[in-house]
C-alpha cells in the first residue's frame, strides 16, 4: 500500500492544516457526506487539527446505516426460510433490524453467508440449484455496479434460483434534501470520491449552480480531507462557489462509463427510504422490469412492513449536522454500537458509532 | 480459562436479553467477556479462577503449577506457516508461557468428523508432535472422539498444557502501573491475516504467513534480563487491542500507544486495506506483550531483539494514570484516539 503513504504523511498534513488556518477569517460549517470520509477525520483525529471557526458535520453517507430497518427484517425473515441462502456484506450482519440481525438469525439455523462480492452470491447460486439464494444489495453508486453485474450475469446465465434484495441510495438527491432543508446550516460539501469515481461529477456540478454551494470532491485519506477542506475554504473566503475534484487520483469528470451502462441497463431510479432520515423522492435504485425475476420483494411476496425507529435517536439531526452525536443525552449509555438504537451507531462508518470508537475519552473527560 | 478476554462492559446498562450464543461469543471480544462473567464465573467461582489470566497457577506441594487448556477449530486446517496440529501446541505452551511458566507436558483430545481422511489425520498428528518436540513438551495423554458427518467440521483438537513456574514471579494482568512500558515482540496481523487469505482465496504478491510458534524461549531471554516484567499476554483472538483493553481494565489503569511504533508487515497492511480490517484486531499466534518497569524496559527490549522470535520487538506504548480502563493511541498527527474493543469479530466493511 505504498501508493497511499503520502497521502497519511503527517508533515504534508500538519502543513495543510497551518494552511487552513492561514486562509481562514471566518466560521465555516462544512459536511463531508461519505462515512468513510467521516471515519478517517475521527480516526486520525483531523478535525482537531482545524481552527476553531471549521466545523465538519458527518453527512448521512455510511450505507450501512441507511439502510432502512424494514429491509433489514425483510433480509431475516428471508434467511430464516429453509431453502433459503442469505448471501450479504459482512458489515450488514450485526445491523439489528426491529428484533433480531442476521447474526442471530444464522444462530437460529439461518444459512447466512459473508460475501466481498455480489458476483460470489452468483456463484453459490450457481452451485445450489436446489436452494435459493438471495443477495442483500445495499449500497451507494459505489456498489450498484457490482449489483447490477450480479443481476446481469444471472440472468444471462438464465439462473432461477438467484434474486436481490434491493435497498440502493444516492447521493445527489440527500444532499439535494439537505441544502432545500429550512434547517440546513451547511455552507461547503466534501463529495464522495468514490461515488464520483463511478458516477462523474455531472449532477454535483447541477447542485454547485442550483444552491450555489461550493463542493469539492474528496478522496478518504487524511491528506485527501485536509486538502478538500482548505479548497473549500478559500472557495467560501473568497465568496465562491465551484465545483473541484481533490481526488483526482481517481475521479474524471465523466466517471466510468461501463459501470453506468450496467447500473442503468439493470436498475432505474426510485423513492427510497432512508434510516435515520425519511424517505427522500427520487433517492434510490430499483430492478427494472426486466430484471423483476430477480428482484427478491416480487419473487417472494414479502409485503410491506413499516417499523419505526426509537423516538430517543436524534440520528435525524446528526445527519443533517444539526447535532453533534455527543448531544445526544443517550449516546454511550443506553446506544452503544453492540445495542444501537439509531442508524449512525450501526457501523463503524456511522457518525456515532466513530466519536464511540474513537472519542469517547474526549467526552468523558 | 481459554475464552481470553475478560473486560467490565464500558456500557453501564445491561446489553438486550440474548439467549442464543452467537459466532461473536468465541470472538474474545465483549461478548465472549460477558458470557464468562455470566454463565462461568458464577458457577465455577473459586480465587485461581477470578485472576482470569490465561493460565492458571496452582501450588502443590511448595511447587507452582502453571494449567491451562485450549480447544482449537481453526478452518482450514492446513495454512501458510501452520496447521491446526503445529496451533493446538504453540496456542496451549503459549498460554503457558504468558505466566512464566516452562512448558512441560500437554494432553491432546481429538474430536473427529466421521468420513475424515486418516492420512490428513496423520498429517495433523506428525505436525502436532514435531512442535511439541520442539516446543520442549511431551504429549502424555490423549483422547479420541469421532462424531457423525455433519455433526463437526473435520477436526477440532483440545490441548492441555502444565508447566512450572519459577520461584518468586508473579505475572498477571492486573499489575500494570502507571509509568511502565508495553513491548511487543514483532509485527502483528500475520496469523490471521495468512488464514482469512487461505480461506477466501486471496492472493497476494507474496504469501503471508502465520506467525505461529512456541514462544518459551523468548520469554526464557526475557526473564533472564529482568524479574521487573508485570504482565505477558499473547495476543490471539481480538488481537492486540483486545489483550491491551484487557490489561487496562484489569489493571484500572491507561494505555497510550504510538502509532508510528506499531510494527506491520507491508503485505499485511495491505491485507487489512482491501479487507477494510485493522490489524490491531486481528490474531496473533507467535507474538507477545510485555507490560516492564520502566527502568527495565530497555533491557527487556535488548534482550527480546537478541532472539529470532523478537527480531522485531518495538516498544509501542505506554501505561498511564489518565484514562483508566482505555486503550488509547498517539497518531502521527499528534491527535488522539480511542483503541476500542470490539464486540464480536472484526467484520469486512462495504466500501
Redesign the interface.
Known amino acids: 500500500?505504498?501508493y497511499?503513504d503520502e497521502y497519511?504523511d503527517?508533515r504534508i498534513?500538519?502543513a495543510l492544516a497551518a494552511e487552513i488556518v492561514q486562509s481562514t477569517t471566518r466560521p465555516w460549517v462544512l459536511m463531508e457526506i461519505c462515512g468513510?470520509q467521516t471515519h478517517t477525520i475521527?480516526?486520525?483525529?483531523?478535525d482537531?487539527?482545524l481552527p476553531r471557526g471549521i466545523e465538519l458535520v458527518h453527512g448521512p453517507g455510511c450505507?450501512?446505516c441507511v439502510t432502512p430497518l424494514e429491509t433489514v427484517d425483510k433480509a431475516i425473515a428471508l434467511a430464516l426460510q429453509p431453502d433459503v441462502i442469505l448471501v450479504s456484506?459482512?458489515?450488514?450482519?450485526?445491523v439489528p433490524g426491529s428484533r433480531s440481525d442476521l447474526?442471530?438469525a444464522?444462530?437460529?439455523g439461518a444459512d447466512v453467508r459473508?460475501a466481498?462480492s455480489p458476483t460470489e452470491a452468483v456463484k453459490i447460486a450457481r452451485s445450489n440449484p436446489d436452494r435459493k439464494v438471495v443477495f442483500l444489495a445495499?449500497?451507494?453508486e459505489?456498489?450498484a455496479p457490482a449489483n447490477a453485474m450480479a443481476a446481469w450475469q444471472a440472468k444471462r446465465e438464465g439462473l432461477t434460483n438467484f434474486s436481490m434484495l434491493v435497498s440502493h441510495v444516492l447521493v445527489p438527491p440527500a444532499i439535494r434534501a439537505l441544502m432545500v432543508s429550512s434547517t440546513n446550516r451547511v455552507q461547503g460539501f466534501i463529495a464522495p470520491g468514490?461515488v464520483c469515481t463511478v458516477v462523474g461529477c455531472k449532477e454535483y456540478e447541477d447542485l454547485v449552480r442550483d444552491f450555489r454551494v461550493p463542493i469539492v470532491v474528496g478522496g478518504f485519506e487524511?491528506v485527501d480531507i485536509l486538502e478538500a477542506v482548505l479548497m473549500l475554504v478559500r472557495q467560501l473566503e473568497a465568496g465562491e462557489a465551484r465545483l473541484e475534484n481533490q481526488y483526482v487520483r481517481s475521479v474524471s469528470y465523466q466517471g466510468n462509463l461501463p459501470a453506468q451502462q450496467i447500473m442503468d441497463e439493470v436498475f432505474e431510479i426510485a423513492d427510497q427510504k432512508w434510516r435515520g432520515i425519511g424517505p427522500i423522492p427520487q433517492s434510490g435504485l430499483r430492478l427494472r422490469e426486466e430484471y423483476a425475476a430477480f428482484d427478491a420483494d416480487r419473487v417472494f411476496d414479502l409485503g410491506e412492513m413499516t417499523v419505526d425507529e426509537p423516538a430517543e435517536c436524534i440520528s435525524a439531526q446528526v445527519l443533517q449536522g444539526l447535532k453533534k452525536p455527543t448531544d445526544c443525552p443517550v449516546f454511550?449509555?443506553?446506544c452503544?454500537?453492540?445495542?444501537p438504537l439509531g442508524a449512525p451507531m450501526v457501523?463503524?462508518?456511522g457518525a456515532c458509532a466513530a466519536y464511540?470508537?474513537?472519542?469517547?475519552?474526549a467526552v468523558?473527560? | 480459562m481459554s475464552t481470553k478476554t475478560i473486560v467490565e462492559l464500558?456500557?453501564?446498562?445491561p446489553?438486550?436479553a440474548k439467549d442464543?450464543?452467537?459466532?461473536?461469543h468465541g470472538s474474545g471480544g465483549?461478548l465472549s467477556a460477558e458470557l464468562i462473567r455470566d454463565v462461568f464465573l458464577p458457577a465455577f467461582q473459586n480465587p485461581v479462577l477470578a485472576r482470569l489470566d490465561d493460565q492458571a497457577i496452582v501450588n502443590v506441594n511448595g511447587q507452582r503449577l502453571a494449567v491451562t487448556t485450549d480447544s482449537f477449530v481453526v478452518k482450514p486446517l492446513f495454512f501458510p506457516g501452520g496447521d491446526i496440529g503445529s496451533l493446538a501446541v504453540h496456542g496451549t505452551v503459549n498460554d503457558l508461557a504468558m505466566g512464566g511458566a516452562m512448558p512441560l507436558f500437554l494432553s491432546a483430545a481429538f474430536i473427529i468428523e466421521e468420513g475424515f481422511s486418516i492420512d490428513e489425520l496423520r498429517r495433523v498428528v506428525n505436525s502436532l508432535h514435531q512442535a511439541a518436540a520442539e516446543a520442549g513438551v511431551q504429549v502424555v495423554t490423549g483422547d479420541t472422539k469421532v462424531v457423525e458427518k455433519g455433526k463437526g467440521d473435520g477436526l477440532f483438537i483440545n490441548t492441555t498444557g502444565i508447566g512450572l513456574v519459577p520461584e518468586g514471579l508473579d505475572l498477571s494482568a492486573d499489575r500494570a502501573r502507571p509509568g511502565d512500558k508495553v513491548l511487543l515482540s514483532g509485527s502483528i496481523g500475520d496469523h490471521g491475516i495468512a488464514i482469512l487469505a487461505q480461506r477466501?482465496g486471496l492472493e497476494f504478491e507474496t504469501q503471508i504467513k502465520s506467525d505461529s510458534a512456541a514462544l518459551y524461549p523468548l520469554v526464557g531471554e526475557m526473564l533472564g534480563a529482568t524479574r521487573e516484567i508485570r504482565c505477558m499476554r499473547d495476543p490471539t483472538r481480538g488481537g492486540v487491542s483486545s489483550t491491551l483493553n484487557e490489561i487496562a481494565e484489569r489493571s484500572r489503569v491507561g494505555i497510550e500507544l504510538e502509532e508510528s511504533s506499531l510494527p506491520i508487515h507491508?503485505q499485511v497492511?495491505?491485507a487489512c486495506?482491501l479487507?477494510g480490517l485493522d490489524p490491531l484486531y486481528v490474531a496473533n499466534e507467535g507474538k507477545l506483550i510485555a507490560i516492564v518497569a520502566p527502568g527495565a524496559a530497555d533491557a527487556v527490549l535488548q534482550a527480546m531483539r537478541r532472539h529470532p522470535l523478537g527480531a522485531e520487538a518495538q516498544m509501542i506504548g505506554t501505561v498511564k494514570k489518565e484514562?483508566p480502563g482505555?486503550v488509547?493511541m498517539r497518531?502521527?498527527?499528534?491527535?488522539?484516539?480511542?483503541v476500542?474493543m470490539l464486540?464480536?469479530d472484526q467484520?469486512?466493511?462495504?466500501?
Open positions: 500500500m505504498k497511499l497519511r503527517h498534513a500538519r468513510g475521527m480516526r486520525y483525529g483531523i482537531e487539527l450505507p450501512v456484506y459482512g458489515d450488514m450482519l450485526r447474526f442471530r444464522k444462530a437460529q459473508i466481498y445495499i449500497g451507494f459505489t456498489t468514490h487524511p454511550g449509555m443506553r452503544t454500537p453492540e445495542n457501523s463503524t462508518e464511540y470508537h474513537y472519542r469517547r475519552h468523558a473527560s | 464500558s456500557c453501564p446498562t446489553l438486550a442464543t450464543i452467537l459466532l461473536g465483549k477466501e507491508e497492511r495491505g486495506e479487507l484514562n482505555l488509547t497518531t502521527p498527527f499528534g491527535t488522539t484516539r480511542i476500542d464486540a464480536g467484520l469486512p466493511r462495504i466500501c
